[in-house]
């Protein structure tokens, strides 16, 4: 019921291509959805959070598509740039406090290729 | 303004030790949590505190544990550590612990 199953665990894009991240969540009582963006030698830095009110969130080139029926949601990162090179994580949590924190995705290694 | 502090960022100790980290959190928030990241498991749920209460708990040993004091920083402790404890372990604040967690940098634990 707490699983978030992220795919693929790898991905590689050519600079200026389009980035793509899928998570799938079982537990319906989850209202919030962030992603967050890690770099070696640093903490996870939230790139952007969607709750199940609305099917899409964009900030500059990040978009998050939300489709509930379906339990899944995707992180979409447009004009991908070497700098985006990272690994990215979905998560999930019930922010009524039914759940245990954030319950993450086992993450997507990213590169951009030059 | 500052951001999630935790020290110390490294720490080496021997199985049977015990060991203290600490975090301070964002400026005015109250809720503090704390995840274990390690290659194999990925990031997990440690436990959360909101105005010096534990709100969960994940599954781990009762081996580790926590607490938050009344300015909001939190340590965590962990006892008789075991070679499966090295990993990075995460604190993160929230201003009401609904969302908008901010993570700092961590601790490496290296048990040897």
């Known amino acids: 019921q707490q699983q978030v199953k992220q795919s693929p665990q790898s991905l590689i894009v050519q600079k200026g291509g389009i980035s793509i991240i899928n998570c799938a969540y079982e537990?319906?009582?989850?209202?919030?959805f962030p992603w967050y963006q890690q770099f070696p030698g640093k903490g996870p830095a939230l790139l952007i959070a969607?709750?199940?009110?609305?099917s899409e969130k964009k900030e500059g080139r990040f978009t998050i598509s939300f489709n509930k029926s379906a339990k899944q949601f995707s992180l979409h990162i447009m004009d991908s740039q070497p700098g985006d090179s990272a690994t990215y994580f979905c998560?999930?949590?019930?922010?009524?406090?039914?759940?245990?924190?954030?319950?993450f995705g086992k993450g997507t290694h990213l590169i951009i290729q030059p | 303004k500052a951001g999630v502090t935790q020290t110390p960022r490294y720490l080496i100790k021997t199985r049977g030790q015990q060991v203290t980290l600490s975090c301070s959190p964002i400026?005015?928030?109250?809720?503090v949590s704390w995840y274990q990241q390690t290659p194999g498991q990925g990031l997990q749920f440690l436990f959360e505190?909101?105005?010096?209460?534990?709100?969960n708990k994940g599954n781990f040993p009762g081996r580790f544990s926590g607490r938050q004091f009344s300015n909001s920083r939190s340590e965590m402790n962990v006892s008789t550590l075991e070679l499966g404890d090295s990993a990075l372990y995460l604190c993160?604040?929230?201003?009401?612990?609904?969302?908008?967690?901010?993570f700092g940098s961590g601790t490496r634990l290296t048990v040897v």
């Open positions: 998560a999930a949590t019930d922010s009524g406090g039914g759940a245990d924190g954030l319950t």
């Open positions: 969607i709750r199940p009110d609305v």
């Open positions: 537990n319906t009582a989850f209202d919030y």
């Open positions: 400026s005015g928030h109250r809720s």
């Open positions: 993160a604040s929230s201003l009401a612990a609904t969302g908008g967690y901010t």
């Open positions: 505190y909101f105005s010096e209460t534990q709100r």
